[in-house]
């Protein structure tokens, strides 16, 4: 059966002052993507295709290396929203609570250069687009927990902060094709 696999990237290491954008994979997320890898080798993977952030970038490239050395793209589609002004929260419930605000009014520039609302139709927009290229094959895209709670979100039909909230560094998601259904979201591989 051909499927869809979302990836959540792997715990990044946060850098004060530096665009979230550009984040690299934290040395427990290197080690993270060996047990990630592990629970989705039964889904036959055949290509895995990144967004173009370096911590996407660095799982995906685990991910392929350890399900044995698959083809591996990029697409600059499937990036987090757009965020390089939002500000840094050393403080998590601030955090929390700006990521809430921005779900809540997605139409509403609140958070970075790009309304959550046009964030998930770029994202829906490049699965469209890279599933079309890919239809008899599972692929695997590998992104960022807000634009995959927001797409998962409007696929399920709840509030896309119940998805954000729970959402760990790596988790995924396993959608049936063509027509999307999340058959399966995995919050956390802590408790595997």
């Known amino acids: 059966m051909v499927r869809l ?3 959540r990237h792997a715990a990044s290491q946060p850098q004060p002052g530096t665009s979230a954008h550009n984040w690299q994979l934290a040395n427990a997320g290197h080690d993270q993507c060996r047990l990630l890898a592990d629970r989705l080798r ?3 993977i055949r290509h895995i295709i ?3 952030e370096p911590k996407a970038v660095q ?3 685990l ?4 399900l044995g ?6 697409a600059a589609d499937l990036r987090e929203t757009h965020r390089k002004t939002a500000p840094f929260f050393a403080d998590e419930t601030a955090f929390r609570e700006a990521i809430a605000t921005a779900m809540h009014q997605p139409q509403k520039l609140l958070y970075g250069e790009e309304t959550f609302e046009a964030a998930r139709l770029r994202f829906s927009a490049a699965v469209d687009r890279l599933t079309s290229a890919h239809p008899d094959e599972t692929i695997a895209l590998v992104s960022h927990g807000t634009i995959l709670s927001l797409f998962l979100a409007h696929r399920m039909n709840v509030p896309p902060y119940s998805i954000w909230s729970l959402l760990d560094m790596p988790a995924y998601a396993i959608l049936t094709l063509p027509d ?3 058959r399966e979201l995995c919050f956390s591989l802590r408790h595997l």
């Open 5 to 7: 696999v979302l990836v």
């Open 42 to 44: 039964p889904y036959n």
């Open 50 to 52: 990144t967004s173009d």
């Open 59 to 61: 799982t995906g490239t």
């Open 63 to 66: 991910l392929a290396s350890y």
């Open 69 to 74: 050395d698959l083809p591996l793209s990029q």
């Open 180 to 182: 999307l259904q999340v």
